[in-house]
């Protein structure tokens, strides 16, 4: 045995010199130290929100994440949509668990060599982290204790590494023995760690308590169904389907991870300019008589000929009603939308109070919203992009000024008033498609919403422009397919599309980028016909 070990440990020393080896010894306990860290405080983050203890966001790694998301200016919101989509949330938490660990093997690394330079990036981090969460919507104090605990726990894994290290260094151990038994012991609270966040993070999240509040709901009566109208589809395959399942909805918002919301605890308040605030509740809110209406959600951040738009049967509450009981004060304009998780919207009152169907909404497509679409309670006011008027997992209706409010966005390099542009999509065939001469269904979708489409036209290389046929028109809040059967020559050939609103208004040609109000540009592909 003795033999054996004393051959292993020169082994190990001829592959390698001391001072990499015992780099990475001691890197290996910054990560260590790290992951004890982030483990224990997102353990004790689960447990406050899991007691209620908490409202805000205790947990740093999302605090961190949130506050990024905060301050994200215009251009880099759109180049993430456009480059990750609805990922870039993954990206930004796996962006997140990279500099962690990179930063904890550096202050690995330092411990034995600049202890004072491992210490200060230490307490820097958790400094940070400490901003963030404190900064976050709803913070409270106690929001700070998981990550102070964590730290703690992670100074004394640093201490410990640094000691045993040192007695490496200095030889006073037979350094093969100690490797096991320290990297045994280094894996294990690793392991513990990890399995503590995360039994944490799944414990304080509520999505169980919540989904089970989805399964009960009963969809509320209303007087009308609406369903499409015959002919609203054109019938091409590949075309976006005129009522987009809830699955295959678009998702955009601020939230890091989608807020559990429980209904029995929810609540609406009117606030702000009003001869009477007014809170309601639930129940209350499901007792009210409630209205369908088919709306087409539209996202500012849209890229021409993109898809961050998406048709639905809304069921909810007219807005207007909420507000004629809340006794609107004269010279609001605004009505400034809040979510529970802090984001807010600034909807034109007349929006919410003439006779388009701006609802409070608790249904999308026949079932309870999904917890990603706003779960229990959302806007949707028809004719504005979602950034000013569709906020989900609605608490607060704030009636103010455009003189004294901005929502989110605004300050974030977005405009104010958000109308929908006129804007069309060709759908198939897709761009970069091979297709055989002959007659090719070209098809899509147009919408300007709140006025409606009155033509669809197609643009072959550069020829004149040929009318679409349109599939029939929903109400004027709702986009509209159209095809347009095509001659298709052999060779390589440029296919646009422009639309028409009702009012004759031509769509707009010249290209924009979505900040500060929308793209805008005619949508075009490329297709190779044989
Ligand atoms: N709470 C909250 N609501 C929000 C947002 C958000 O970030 N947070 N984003 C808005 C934006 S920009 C759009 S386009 C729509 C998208 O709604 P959807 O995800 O249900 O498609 O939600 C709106 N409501
Ligand atoms: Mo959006």
């Known amino acids: 045995m003795l033999h054996e070990h004393v051959e292993a440990s020169q082994d190990s020393r001829s592959s390698g010199s001391p001072t990499t080896r015992h780099g990475v010894l001691a890197a290996a306990g910054g990560f260590a130290a ?9 353990f004790l983050a689960g447990v406050l929100l899991r007691q209620g203890w908490s409202d805000g966001t205790p947990s740093p790694v999302l605090a961190v994440g949130g506050a990024f998301i905060d301050r994200t200016p215009a251009w880099l919101k759109t180049f993430a949509i456009d480059t990750f989509g609805t990922n870039d949330k993954h990206v930004l938490l796996g962006g997140i668990a990279v500099v962690l660990v990179l930063l904890s093997l550096l202050i690995g690394w330092l411990l034995p060599r600049r202890f ?57 151990d ?100 009003v001869e009477h605030e007014i809170e309601i509740d639930w129940d209350t809110l499901l007792s009210k008589q409630m209205q369908e209406a088919m709306v087409t959600l539209m996202c500012v951040s849209n890229e021409v000929g993109g898809h961050l738009n998406g048709n639905a049967v809304w069921t909810g509450w007219p807005v207007r009603e909420l507000l004629k009981q809340a006794g ?3 010279g609001a304009d605004m009505v400034l939308s809040r979510s529970v998780d802090g984001f807010t919207a600034g909807t034109p009152l007349e929006a919410m109070t003439d006779d388009r169907n701006a609802l409070i909404a608790v249904a999308m497509n026949g079932e309870a919203l999904p917890a990603e679409h706003g779960f229990p309670v959302r806007l949707v006011v028809p004719g504005l992009y979602g950034y000013v008027s569709a906020t989900k997992w609605l608490s607060e209706l704030k009636l103010t000024t455009f003189e004294q409010d901005a929502g989110y966005w605004t300050p974030r390099g977005w405009s104010a008033l958000g109308p929908v542009k006129t804007a069309s ?3 198939v065939p897709r761009s970069g498609a091979k297709v055989d001469a002959g007659t090719v269904a070209v098809a899509g979708v147009a919408w300007r919403q709140h006025v409606g489409i009155s033509k669809v036209q197609v643009k072959v290389d550069d020829g004149g422009w040929q009318d679409a046929r349109l599939g029939a028109a929903g109400n004027s809040d709702v986009w509209r397919q159209w095809v347009y059967q095509w001659d298709a020559k052999p060779g390589h050939h440029t296919l646009t599309v422009r639309a028409i609103d009702a009012d004759g208004g031509v769509q707009i040609e010249e290209p924009a980028p979505p900040a500060p109000n929308g793209s805008t540009g005619y949508h075009s592909i490329s297709i190779t016909v044989r």
Do not use: C
């Not at 790290?34 to 997102?42: L, R, S």
């Not at 982290?129 to 730290?151: E, I, K, N, Q, W």
């Not at 109208?229 to 678009?250: C, E, H, L, R």
């Open 328 to 330: 609107v004060k004269p």
């Open 34 to 42: 790290g992951v004890v860290t982030v483990g224990i405080a997102e």
């Open 425 to 427: 999509r060709i759908d």
């Open 116 to 172: 004072t330079a491992a210490l200060t990036t230490f307490v820097v981090l958790i400094m940070v982290a400490a901003a963030a969460v404190t900064s976050r919507p709803h913070a409270g104090a106690v929001d700070l204790a998981p990550l102070l605990v964590g730290a703690a726990a992670g100074l004394i894994t640093l201490h410990l590494w640094r000691e045993h290290v040192l007695r490496v260094h200095a030889g006073a």
């Open 174 to 273: 037979a350094p093969r023995s100690i490797d096991r038994r320290s990297v045994l012991l280094g894996a294990g609270a690793a392991g513990v760690a990890v399995l503590l966040g995360s039994v944490g993070r799944a414990w304080g999240n509520g999505a169980r308590a919540v989904q089970a509040a989805r399964d009960s709901f009963v969809m509320p009566h209303v007087r009308r169904k609406v369903t499409p109208p015959p002919g609203a589809s054109v019938g091409v395959k590949g075309v976006t389907p005129y009522i987009v399942p809830n699955g295959d909805f678009y998702r955009i918002d601020t939230a890091l991870v989608v807020p559990q919301v429980d209904p029995a605890s929810w609540r609406l308040r009117v606030t702000g300019m």
